[in-house]
């Protein structure tokens, strides 16, 4: 068969989707093509919604700002998506529309693709930074992983606390304030950055100081622009192995591509390519 996919958004046109989904296709060797569908700011959403079923994708990606918004329309959600209330994958099942998020289990694959024993430290500690939607992928997805320790630290602390409560139960999680976090590195294994701080153009900001920290504890990052933040500068000065966000980007795609496909395709020299891509950005 020939792949009819896409990705829905507003703005998408500095996407690296149709990159990686149509590298993806080549290397599994089959025919179709990953478009951008932007969707079109004069038309209501319910409208956009209609022209794109229309469009018969086999399946397509969902970003911002319409990760919420299509839950509505669609035929059935898997349930780890509907505990977030965020759908970045939509497949195409014989007319049903079927709704996944593929970030958090992204985000695992990547951390082990870096360091494959990562996740099998006894009584592995984990330590989230950040409680938007990509942390609760990311908690979401450990915890599913039976990692019963995955302590947030958050501004807003409510916002850590209703993960923890979506959960259903709070296992040994604890919600922290980002100042008790950067006093308590020693106690992590891995220790999760997904707030906006340190983003371009903001690239000298750190949610934390990274100090003290416990000896081989993994420090990663989901921000990719820039590709090393400040956050991993420092973790990196402290002697402590780092992981970047570049790599978390190509395992969500990975898995929404095996979703659509069912071909899990390696990504061989991808994250080399996707570095040189986004360096010369
Ligand atoms: P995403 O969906 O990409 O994870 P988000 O939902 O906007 O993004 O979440 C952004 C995260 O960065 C939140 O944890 C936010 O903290 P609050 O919940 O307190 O808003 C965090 N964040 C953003 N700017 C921040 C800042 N200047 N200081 C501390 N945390 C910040």
Redesign the pocket.
């Known amino acids: 068969m020939e792949y009819h996919l896409a990705l829905i958004g507003y703005p998408i046109k500095h996407s690296l989707s149709p990159w990686i989904h149509n590298t993806f296709l080549n290397k599994a060797g089959l025919r179709g093509s990953y478009e951008l569908y932007e969707f079109d700011q004069l038309r209501s959403f319910e409208e956009n919604v209609k022209l794109l079923k229309n469009k018969k994708y086999d399946g397509f990606n969902v970003t911002v700002p319409y990760k919420q918004e299509i839950i509505p329309y669609l035929d059935e959600i898997d349930p780890i998506a509907d505990k977030m209330g965020a759908v970045n994958t939509v497949v195409n099942k014989h007319g049903r529309w079927v709704g996944y998020n593929t970030d958090g289990v992204g985000y695992v694959r990547s951390l082990e693709a870096a360091y494959p024993t990562a996740l099998s430290v006894e009584n592995c500690q984990i330590l989230l ?8 992928g990311i908690y979401f997805a450990l915890r599913e992983r039976g990692f019963s320790r995955v302590d947030i630290a ?3 602390q409510t ?1 850590a606390a209703a993960i923890l409560d979506l959960q259903g139960e709070w296992g040994d999680c604890t919600v922290l304030s ?1 100042q008790e976090a950067e006093k308590a590195l020693k106690d992590y294994d891995i220790v999760i950055q ?4 340190g983003m371009r153009p903001n690239s000298k ?1 750190s ?1 934390i100081q990274v100090a003290h920290v416990k000896e081989k504890g993994i420090f990663s990052d989901i921000i990719y622009q820039p590709l090393k933040t400040n956050f991993l500068s420092q973790a990196e000065a402290e002697g402590a192995p780092i992981h970047f966000g570049h790599t978390m980007l190509l395992y969500q795609a990975q898995y929404a591509f095996e979703k659509w496909t069912g071909e899990r395709v390696p990504l061989d020299n991808m994250e080399e390519e996707l570095k040189l891509i986004l360096e010369g950005r």
């Not at 930074?129 to 609760?136: I, P």
């Not at 997904?194 to 701080?197: E, H």
């Open positions: 930074l950040g409680a938007g939607g990509a942390a609760r958050n501004r807003t916002s980002i997904t707030t906006s701080v900001d949610i």
